[in-house]
Structures are given as C-alpha cells and as structure tokens.
C-alpha cells in the first residue's frame, strides 16, 4: 500500500477495510499512518462507505494488544506473545487496545460478520 493509493479512492465507492489501515492510523507515526488517517476521515465525513469484518476487528485487537504490550511492558515484538501467554495478569492489565472497536463504529465503518458462503464468494472477485 501507498499513501497514493488510499486517495485516489473515488467519493461514494464503498471499501472493505482490512486490518492495516486500522492498526497503522491506531498505533502512532509511521510512513503510512497519515494515509490511513485521512482514509478514515473520508468515511467519517461520509465520502466513502467503510466496510471491515469481525474476523479483521480481532485481529486488530490482537495486534494492537501486542504492540501495547511492547510499549507498556518493554518487551521486544518477537517475545510479546509468548510472555503474555506466560503473564496471564499482566495481558488483563493492557486495556487501551480495547476502546479500538468503538472507534471504528465512531467513525461510521459497518462492521459485518462473514460466514462461509462470502468467503467462498470473494473467491470469484478480481
């Protein structure tokens, strides 16, 4: 993805949003940061329908909970996991992830639950 690419969507189209651009606008600075920022706005404002899915919601939690985990803990990203697995306690002490989920609604993004049948079917788009 590029910074490009997230501008050149066209008003009124509607996108699905994959866990990306939530977790780079929610995580602090990066290249792409300001890209998906702006993206977001766009659905916020009402010039494009954002669409993502449960299944990418707790991936972004999932992730976003790590890289708190690094910042709030000092772990290195390789061992996140594998020491909270291991700190059950200090993995319920990470709660600033969890308010990402109502963001998301905030910012007018429909979240959608998909079952087998679309995931069968986004087999047939190109």
């Not at 994959?18 to 404002?45: K, M, Q, W």
């Not at 707790?58 to 976003?64: A, D, N, P, Q, Y």
């Not at 709660?95 to 959608?112: D, S």
């Amino acid at each position: 993805m590029t910074s490009g690419c997230l501008s050149e969507i066209q008003d009124g189209t509607s996108v699905f949003i994959d866990a990306n651009v939530f977790i780079y606008h929610s995580s602090g600075p990066t290249v792409l940061s300001p890209a998906c920022s702006a993206f977001l706005e766009r659905i916020e404002n009402g010039a494009l329908r954002g669409v993502t899915s449960t299944i990418v919601l707790i991936e972004v939690l999932h992730r976003l909970m790590i890289l708190e985990a690094v910042g709030t803990l000092g772990l290195t990203p390789r061992d996140a996991l594998r020491y909270l697995k291991e700190h059950p306690q200090q993995a319920r002490g990470l709660v600033a992830h969890q308010g990402v989920t109502q963001n998301i609604r905030q910012i007018g993004v429909e979240i959608v639950a998909l079952g087998l049948a679309d995931i069968e079917r986004s087999h047939e788009v190109k």
